[in-house]
């Protein structure tokens, strides 16, 4: 029977080229990177109502496009970037909707080194939190890959569309800014 | 930052690299190595360590580069704080994204089928006399039964998903229909009393395969016959193409709808099956692959 089946079903089978690639069912591709992906939505958002509607819009535009991008293609990056992009456009839709907010944490988050020393460490936490926060779009989320999801530059480059070069660039600038902005503060 | 050189984890100092990307240009290049920038006379090696700081903290230096901050900061007051600050910075961070790290952790990531607006299923497997089988269900009813002989589980998801239906394995969920099944091909159960999910089967099939429905145990009719059915005689070719989209073939019987000559006309998991299908219900056969006339219910 099961000869006959292989027989039937043969046409294609038989003329010994290798079977085309095929990409997985959507779903599949969710079940393997979905949970990382939703991580990372929280640590770029910090609370879990953005992180949900981070994750949300990017199942949303993956999912719509997700015939027509190549079966051989790198999901993981590819989602990556969705909800990257997904991000980095939020916050430039917030900063133009509600300027003054951003200049407002701009001021809460450069306090000066003589009014700095007199915070403990609590508030120097929350400082830098909020100053991460602050830091363009793309530095935040090359940083939050690389330190918090250990991903190596070509992941993180792909992510960005741009070159590992400049992943990196991103990611020790950001670091860099804070190390500034926390000067004197962080020296032991 | 004055400098701009590139930090590897290439242990390997002076090693000739190539920019792959599509961004860059594609020449070679040759990319200083931390200890030939800072043994240039016209750099400041104290430069050379607080810019390779960053990569140094987040474990991008090789080994010999990562040694060669460790020691200079070692004898240098200024690049030590600088190296304290950075590493106090570091913890800093790692302290920032702990809740977070808990929390997300705990947190349920919202259903991918209700974020997409997509019905969910579940799906399981079985061995039956026709072979493997994959069974779909939704809270409705059957949505699907595979011959996966014929396709594989990614292409019968695929086909789900293109109905609006997102699908995950949970056996225990088919276990009903898998009941049902056996009971039929040990030729105990002559009707199915499953409910059905044709969810994004489109309206015309849908009619077909109301009429197929309808077709008892044993019996076979015609696709003229369920055209004229449906109330559109004539549309026999337009009725084979809906039939070979059944999403739920055996549970509704599109098997026992045959060409007009006897023989057995397309079928979803091959037409061997549907003569299988036909014998477990008694059809008579003329011959080894046409259906007794007399058995037209025409």
Same mark, same amino acid.
């Given at each position: ?119 403990? !460490? ?58 500034? !902005? ?7 | ?125 079985? +061995? ?33 998903? +293109? ?19 056996? +009971? ?115």
């Amino acid at each position: 029977m099961t000869e006959l089946v292989t027989h039937l079903n043969g046409p294609g089978d038989s003329n010994g080229s290798p079977p085309p690639v095929v990409a997985p069912p959507f779903s599949v591709m969710i079940d393997r990177v979905g949970g990382e992906i939703y991580r990372y939505a929280w640590h770029l958002t910090r609370n879990q109502a953005d992180a949900d509607d981070l994750y949300q819009e990017t199942l949303i535009k993956a999912f719509r496009a997700y015939d027509k991008l190549p079966a051989d293609a790198n999901h993981r990056a590819w989602m990556y970037r969705i909800a990257s992009n997904t991000f980095i456009s939020d916050k430039r839709k917030q900063k133009r909707d509600n300027p003054l907010t951003e200049m407002m944490e701009q001021t809460l988050t450069t306090g000066t080194p003589d009014h700095a020393r007199g915070l403990d !460490a609590r508030d120097l936490l929350h400082e830098v939190e909020a100053f991460v926060e602050q830091l363009p779009p793309k530095q935040r989320v090359a940083l939050v890959m690389r330190k918090y999801h250990g991903h190596d530059y070509a992941l993180i480059a792909e992510t960005l569309d741009c070159s590992e070069v400049a992943a990196r660039a991103n990611v020790h600038e950001g670091l860099r800014k804070l190390r500034q !902005a926390f000067a004197d503060r962080l020296e032991v | 930052m004055a400098m701009n050189f590139h930090t590897s984890d290439n242990p390997g100092f002076g090693t000739e690299r190539t920019m792959t990307s599509n961004h860059s240009s594609s020449a070679a290049y040759r990319e200083p190595s931390l200890l030939e920038l800072a043994s240039r006379p016209e750099v400041d090696p104290c430069d050379v360590a607080c810019d390779a700081m960053p990569g140094y903290v987040l474990g991008d230096l090789g080994k010999l580069e990562s040694a060669w901050v460790h020691e200079h900061a070692e004898h240098c007051g200024y690049c030590r704080a600088q190296l304290e600050a950075y590493q106090s910075l570091d913890s800093a961070l790692d302290t920032c994204a702990a809740p977070v790290t808990t929390a997300c952790s705990q947190a349920k990531p919202p259903s991918v089928a209700q974020a997409l607006g997509l019905k969910e299923a579940r799906f399981g497997f079985m +061995e039956s006399i026709l072979g493997p089988l994959m069974i779909a269900t939704t809270d409705t009813g059957v949505c699907a039964i595979d011959y996966l002989e014929h396709g594989d589980r990614d292409s019968s998801l695929r086909r789900l998903e +293109e109905r609006g239906i997102l699908a995950q394995e949970q056996q225990q969920f088919v276990q009903p229909v898998i009941d049902q099944l056996n +009971e039929y091909f040990a030729r105990k159960r002559t009707k199915f009393f499953l409910p059905l999910d044709l969810h994004g089967v489109t309206p015309f099939t849908r009619s077909v395969l109301d009429v197929a429905n309808q077709i008892g145990f044993g019996q076979v009719v015609t696709y003229g016959c369920v055209a004229i059915g449906i109330g559109q005689a004539g549309a026999s070719r337009a009725v084979g193409n809906a039939l070979g989209r059944n999403p739920v073939p055996i549970v509704v019987p599109c098997h026992r709808v045959i060409k007009s000559d006897g023989s057995m006309g397309w079928y979803t998991g091959g037409s061997h099956l549907k003569h299988r299908l036909l014998e477990i219900e008694g059809v008579r056969f003329s011959s080894p692959s046409v259906v007794n006339q007399q058995a037209l219910e025409i």
